[in-house]
């Protein structure tokens, strides 16, 4: 999510980004005016709590200052009432406003207005048509769809043979690599977390309909292990000594892929759960680009 005071302090840079993002700007609208009536209401608050601390006495208060008191007591309470709403909203509004792009970043409405900056290599030509991942995989006896539906359903596969010893082969390739050779430490966290650890690395709300959540509970399955590692460090300040700090674990990754339709979604491109290396890595604001 945006940094909230950004989007309070300059509004106008905010708008003019997310105008540039095609992104709906009653949530900045529904931000600031929440906001502004929080913060209104809370000097309202504090100055009535002065009055009442002012008019209370030391000793046992005559009918008349106890009436008084008793007025105040029940206007705060009704306001702090009202606060507590109004912190919620701005939360919940703050939430849905996305990041600032960097000012390099081309704007367009799609993929197709993406700017190439360089390639690597060369494209290979082929005397003959590719075959998909997902046929090559089949005929080869690595990859099995139909009996991962028969378990499970759609988009699930089954590793069998050399695929799975490939698969294993190449988590611990990764691994290896990254906390041997590029100074990473490794973790093997829960793949289970809890809604607050989805808001920290904005998953939740916007990202709700793609978390499969484990029912009467406030768990679900992890889509990332970006949460995980990320949330290791959540309500924690970390001193500029610490930094850089490197993590990577090896889990499961579940989601649903609700918007997903059509084009992409044959194969491994799109499935409900998929194995992934993932890296994290905390550094001062001024490498984070690099």
């Given at each position: 999510?945006?940094?909230?005071?950004?989007?309070?302090?300059?509004?106008?840079?905010?708008?003019?980004?997310?105008?540039?993002?095609?992104?709906?700007?009653?949530?900045?609208?529904?931000?600031?005016?929440?906001?502004?009536?929080?913060?209104?209401?809370?000097?309202?608050?504090?100055?009535?709590?002065?009055?009442?601390?002012?008019?209370?006495?030391?000793?046992?208060?005559?009918?008349?200052?106890?009436?008084?008191?008793?007025?105040?007591?029940?206007?705060?309470?009704?306001?702090?009432?009202?606060?507590?709403?109004?912190?919620?909203?701005?939360?919940?509004?703050?939430?849905?406003?996305?990041?600032?792009?960097?000012?390099?970043?081309?704007?367009?409405?799609?993929?197709?207005?993406?700017?190439?900056?360089?390639?690597?290599?060369?494209?290979?030509?082929?005397?003959?048509?590719?075959?998909?991942?997902?046929?090559?995989?089949?005929?080869?006896?690595?990859?099995?769809?139909?009996?991962?539906?028969?378990?499970?359903?759609?988009?699930?596969?089954?590793?069998?043979?050399?695929?799975?010893?490939?698969?294993?082969?190449?988590?611990?390739?990764?691994?290896?690599?990254?906390?041997?050779?590029?100074?990473?430490?490794?973790?093997?966290?829960?793949?289970?977390?809890?809604?607050?650890?989805?808001?920290?690395?904005?998953?939740?709300?916007?990202?709700?309909?793609?978390?499969?959540?484990?029912?009467?509970?406030?768990?679900?399955?992890?889509?990332?292990a970006e949460v995980q590692l990320t949330n290791l460090y959540r309500d924690s300040i970390i001193q500029e000594s610490q930094l850089p700090i490197c993590?990577?674990?090896?889990?499961?990754?579940?989601?649903?892929?609700?918007?997903?339709?059509?084009?992409?979604?044959?194969?491994?491109?799109?499935?409900?759960?998929?194995?992934?290396?993932?890296?994290?890595?905390?550094?001062?604001?001024?490498?984070?680009?690099?």
């Amino acid at each position: 999510m945006i940094d909230p005071k950004l989007a309070r302090e300059t509004p106008t840079i905010v708008r003019d980004a997310l105008d540039a993002r095609h992104y709906p700007l009653h949530f900045l609208d529904s931000f600031i005016q929440a906001d502004s009536e929080w913060r209104s209401l809370l000097q309202e608050v504090e100055i009535l709590k002065q009055e009442r601390n002012t008019l209370t006495p030391k000793g046992k208060p005559d009918p008349e200052t106890l009436g008084k008191l008793k007025i105040l007591s029940d206007t705060i309470k009704i306001k702090q009432e009202r606060l507590q709403q109004l912190e919620f909203s701005v939360e919940q509004a703050a939430l849905l406003l996305p990041n600032i792009p960097s000012a390099d970043v081309p704007i367009g409405k799609s993929e197709d207005d993406n700017q190439i900056l360089r390639k690597e290599g060369t494209i290979p030509l082929f005397p003959f048509s590719p075959k998909a991942h997902e046929v090559l995989g089949t005929e080869l006896n690595l990859m099995d769809f139909e009996s991962a539906a028969k378990i499970t359903g759609s988009r699930f596969v089954v590793y069998k043979g050399a695929g799975a010893k490939l698969e294993r082969a190449l988590i611990q390739f990764m691994l290896d690599v990254h906390t041997e050779e590029n100074g990473y430490t490794e973790y093997a966290p829960p793949v289970i977390v809890n809604s607050r650890s989805l808001q920290s690395t904005g998953q939740l709300p916007k990202f709700e309909d793609d978390l499969f959540k484990l029912s009467n509970t406030d768990y679900f399955l992890s889509p990332t292990a970006e949460v995980q590692l990320t949330n290791l460090y959540r309500d924690s300040i970390i001193q500029e000594s610490q930094l850089p700090i490197c993590m990577t674990a090896y889990t499961p990754c579940f989601r649903r892929e609700a918007g997903s339709y059509g084009r992409d979604v044959s194969g491994l491109i799109r499935n409900h759960q998929f194995d992934k290396i993932e890296l994290v890595r905390i550094v001062h604001p001024e490498q984070s680009e690099a």
